[in-house]
């Protein structure tokens, strides 16, 4: 009853946030039957039955939740490449990951090579972030950066068959670079979290980030009526 309650109130905050025009509406421009992979707090639609053994699951941004991922493998039974150059979530998929689940230890951005990543402020959080903002930013580390192309390269694919971000800002400059429009005509499925409630990002960015996969032929299948975070966009055929 609690767990109901605490749904409907944050539905609500984000029709009242939509209305005022402090968080972006993104419509559905596409109807599909869809599956829930994951958990409430990190889980994706994905249109239903549209993966297979071979098809090829790139997950970026795993933090301490690989739920959704392994949800997908226990299902179709397909290998997951995961990629992550947080410490904390390294050590949590080294332990935790079932075998075909593969893990790249670096983040996946617009750029490549070594770059600055923020670490949360409260040490029970996980994620991090290329951009500082009020909650990351007390400590940083060094990571390895790689772009869409090299996860092709290390992938060893000339397609994904769905490529989830959780990158913690770092989508929007990603969806903006050359290398993704070069490659999104061989990406079929994207699962991706916005980050439009960080103050130095705001809704703008997501709207243009929705132009920019409107305009390589991505439509917007799901959204998350209770975060307007998640989102799910499938390839227009």
């Not at 593969?102 to 951009?131: D, K, W």
Request: aromatic share 10%.
């Amino acid at each position: 009853m609690q767990a109901t309650l605490l749904k409907t109130y944050r539905r609500l905050r984000v029709l009242s946030k939509q209305a005022l025009r402090i968080e972006p509406y993104v419509p559905l421009q596409t109807s599909t039957k869809l599956e829930f992979h994951g958990n409430d707090y990190c889980g994706w639609n994905i249109p239903r039955d549209s993966l297979r053994r071979a098809s090829v699951v790139v997950d970026v941004g795993l933090g301490e939740d690989i739920s959704f991922t392994t949800s997908l493998m226990a299902k179709y039974g397909c290998v997951a490449h995961g990629f992550d150059p947080t410490p904390r979530a390294i050590r949590f998929v080294r332990e935790s990951a079932p075998p075909g689940f593969v893990l790249h230890e670096v983040g996946v951005a617009a750029q490549r090579g070594p770059a600055e990543f923020y670490l949360p402020n409260e040490e029970a959080h996980v994620s991090g972030s290329l951009t500082k903002a009020g909650h990351v930013g007390s400590k940083k580390i060094q990571v390895q950066l790689i772009s869409l192309g090299d996860v092709f390269e290390r992938v060893g694919c000339e397609r994904i068959d769905l490529l989830k971000l959780d990158i913690e800002g770092a989508e929007y400059a990603l969806l903006a670079s050359d290398d993704f429009r070069r490659l999104a005509p061989n990406i079929e499925t994207i699962c991706i979290e916005f980050h439009h409630r960080w103050e130095v990002f705001g809704r703008r960015s997501t709207a243009d980030a929705v132009k920019t996969l409107n305009d390589l032929g991505f439509r917007c299948a799901w959204r998350s009526p209770v975060s307007n975070e998640e989102f799910l966009f499938v390839r227009r055929h």
